[in-house]
């Protein structure tokens, strides 16, 4: 009895737990409100109707403008160092391939020398003559530095479409040269896609120590409290014009407020950090060619920048006149890091470190963010639409009844042949089969997930499957009956015997959802996603609450008999 005491207090408190999460989903609890959940289901494309968007990212065209970066570079250094050269050019610049050419071959060596000792981590030789040296860069910086125009385009689409205020927007890479947009709710194509060509702001700001924190925090509060409004109620933009505003008069000159989302934060109206930033740097995203992850002398990453001749001017006199304080990097007036400033940097290649304390995955994951936003005040390449599609809410709505439908007749059908079969077992095997889905809900909401057509094929079938384990429990106890077993021993070895069977099934299913998981992509993944939570809920409601309720009936109210 004190097992079924346990076994039932964790029943309650996973049936409130999922009611606790199901909930906002069906009642609006508004912005202040005692639920302690108020995270709600989102929909995806197929349900809601929106916008599908596949754009085709120009790669060689970037590869191509690199490539002519690199032989100004080239030649200027050369120059520099007075080496003698006829000529730096490239016939195929999308392929990265230099050739630098020499007036006589006595020459060549101290070209091949320069290249050996400056881009030897960079260029390949792939050939020369006595006059010319044919260089390329290597393949795997190749993939790599296609790869980061990729996730740079990625990031700065997601950027202005977080702005906009999409719900959940999917945002992926299609293929070496996709990028696949899809936007929930978004019935208005042409703003969508002058959105994501506009171009993103990026702005390098030394941090004011003018006003302290505390100070800075009790000046926002005021002002929202006068101007009754905070982050929640408006876009982030908005927020921040109107805040600064009504912060004028009592702010440092040249100064404004902008922030940074917390790191332990999901969002930024959940942990927004204020910044108290200087206006006139005067260097922006314009003075920057590049912006990549590195390693320091012990193998720790960092984030290393390369500006042009313009802007490395600008940053060795923005840092000689403010060591020892922080330099903001802002995109679109989101503040993403607040290095210190250790010393005057020159040269035009800077170097932003990360700090210790953390392991090394999270200074990794930081440095790419960093280098991401830092490439992301521009598209990196020319999109170009190859493919669109708008799914109206009427066809979303179609589509989610008809599935609603058919998942509310089969389990209708279900629910009346366990009924009809089992009678007592089967109300117990009904009972705990709308538990089941109702955990589904619950979990789906839990995590974010975004529920879509093949996401409620994967509940249905879900149903299917969970019901297969009582029926597999029902049999068995049948059996233990039929050998005049009482009803004790026949539910203890009904459920005992009936475990492994479950277990096979389940483990085969989830170990085919696994591979759905790992090799598919967009609604395939979607539906693994809900089977292998289907399969956990079922293990939860369909065996060990549907346990927990027939030991209830007769080991504590003493029932003598159960029809199966």
């Known amino acids: 009895?004190?097992?079924?005491?346990?076994?039932?207090?964790?029943?309650?408190?996973?049936?409130?737990?999922?009611?606790?999460?199901?909930?906002?989903?069906?009642?609006?609890?508004?912005?202040?409100?005692?639920?302690?959940?108020?995270?709600?289901?989102?929909?995806?494309?197929?349900?809601?109707?929106?916008l599908h968007l596949v754009m085709g990212v120009d790669v060689d065209g970037v590869v191509k403008e690199s490539t002519n970066r690199m032989?100004?570079?080239?030649?200027?250094?050369?120059?520099?160092?007075?080496?003698?050269?006829?000529?730096?050019?490239?016939?195929?610049?999308e392929q990265g391939e230099i050739q630098i050419s020499v007036a006589q071959a006595s020459g060549k060596a101290a070209v091949e020398k320069f290249l050996s000792e400056k881009y030897?981590?960079?260029?390949?030789?792939?050939?020369s003559t006595d006059t010319v040296v044919t260089v390329r860069y290597f393949d795997a910086y190749l993939n790599d530095y296609k790869n980061r125009v990729i996730q740079q385009a990625i990031e700065t689409i997601r950027n202005r479409i977080d702005e906009f205020g999409v719900a959940e927007p999917s945002i992926s890479q299609q293929g070496s040269n996709r990028i696949l947009i899809q936007l929930p709710g978004m019935a208005d194509a042409e703003k969508a896609k002058q959105l994501i060509n506009t171009t993103a702001k990026l702005d390098f700001m030394v941090v004011s120590h003018e006003k302290t924190p505390q100070e800075l925090q009790a000046m926002i509060a005021e002002a929202e409290k006068a101007g009754n409004y905070n982050m929640t109620t408006m876009k982030y933009s908005e927020y921040v014009t109107r805040l600064n505003e009504d912060l004028k008069s009592k702010l440092p000159e040249k100064s404004v407020v902008f922030f940074e989302k917390s790191s332990?934060?999901?969002?930024?109206?959940?942990?927004?950090?204020?910044?108290?930033?200087?206006?006139?740097?005067?260097?922006?995203?314009?003075?920057?060619?590049?912006?990549?992850?590195?390693?320091?002398?012990?193998?720790?990453?960092?984030?290393?920048?390369?500006?042009?001749?313009?802007?490395?001017?600008?940053?060795?006199?923005?840092?000689?006149?403010?060591?020892?304080?922080?330099?903001?990097?802002?995109?679109?007036?989101v503040v993403k890091s607040a290095p210190s400033i250790r010393d005057r940097i020159a040269g035009g290649q800077a170097v932003v470190t990360l700090g210790g304390g953390r392991d090394r995955n999270q200074m990794m994951e930081e440095a790419k963010m960093i280098s991401t936003a830092l490439r992301a005040g521009a598209l990196p390449a020319s999109l170009e639409q190859l493919e669109e599609r708008r799914v109206g809410p009427t066809l979303g709505a179609d589509a989610i009844d008809k599935?609603?439908?058919?998942?509310?007749?089969?389990?209708?059908?279900?629910?009346?042949?366990?009924?009809?079969?089992?009678?007592?077992?089967?109300?117990?095997?009904?009972?705990?089969?709308?538990?089941?889905?109702?955990?589904?809900?619950?979990?789906?909401?839990?995590?974010?997930?975004?529920?879509?057509?093949?996401?409620?094929?994967?509940?249905?079938?879900?149903?299917?499957?969970?019901?297969?384990?009582?029926?597999?429990?029902?049999?068995?106890?049948?059996?233990?009956?039929?050998l005049g077993h009482s009803i004790k021993i026949a539910?203890?070895?009904?459920?005992?015997?009936?475990?492994?069977?479950?277990?096979?099934?389940?483990?085969?299913?989830?170990?085919?959802?696994?591979?759905?998981?790992?090799?598919?992509?967009?609604?395939?993944r979607g539906f693994a996603v809900t089977l292998l939570i289907g399969i956990v809920t079922s293990m939860f409601a369909n065996v060990f609450v549907s346990k927990v309720i027939v030991d209830t009936l007769v080991y504590k109210f003493n029932f003598k008999k159960l029809s199966v």
């Open 1 to 50: 009895m004190e097992g079924l005491r346990w076994r039932s207090i964790l029943a309650v408190l996973g049936v409130a737990a999922a009611i606790v999460w199901v909930l906002p989903n069906v009642v609006h609890f508004g912005e202040k409100t005692w639920w302690p959940s108020k995270q709600k289901l989102n929909y995806g494309l197929d349900i809601q109707g929106g």
């Open 71 to 93: 032989i100004v570079s080239m030649k200027a250094e050369m120059q520099k160092e007075n080496i003698s050269f006829a000529d730096v050019k490239s016939e195929k610049p």
């Open 120 to 127: 030897s981590t960079v260029l390949q030789t792939m050939g």
């Open 264 to 333: 332990n934060a999901t969002t930024m109206e959940a942990g927004a950090v204020p910044y108290l930033l200087k206006t006139d740097t005067d260097l922006g995203g314009g003075a920057l060619d590049d912006a990549f992850v590195g390693y320091d002398q012990y193998g720790s990453p960092q984030v290393s920048l390369h500006f042009n001749s313009a802007g490395a001017a600008k940053f060795a006199d923005l840092t000689g006149n403010n060591v020892g304080k922080q330099m903001a990097i802002v995109l679109d007036k």
């Open 403 to 482: 599935a609603k439908m058919g998942s509310f007749v089969g389990a209708a059908i279900i629910v009346i042949f366990m009924l009809v079969y089992y009678k007592s077992m089967g109300a117990v095997a009904s009972l705990v089969l709308g538990l089941n889905i109702l955990s589904i809900f619950a979990l789906l909401t839990s995590f974010g997930a975004t529920l879509t057509l093949p996401g409620i094929a994967g509940i249905a079938l879900t149903v299917g499957f969970a019901v297969d384990a009582n029926v597999l429990i029902n049999e068995r106890i049948k059996e233990e009956l039929a």
């Open 491 to 524: 539910v203890k070895e009904g459920y005992h015997r009936a475990m492994s069977a479950i277990i096979d099934a389940n483990v085969t299913t989830a170990a085919m959802a696994v591979v759905l998981l790992y090799f598919g992509t967009g609604p395939v």
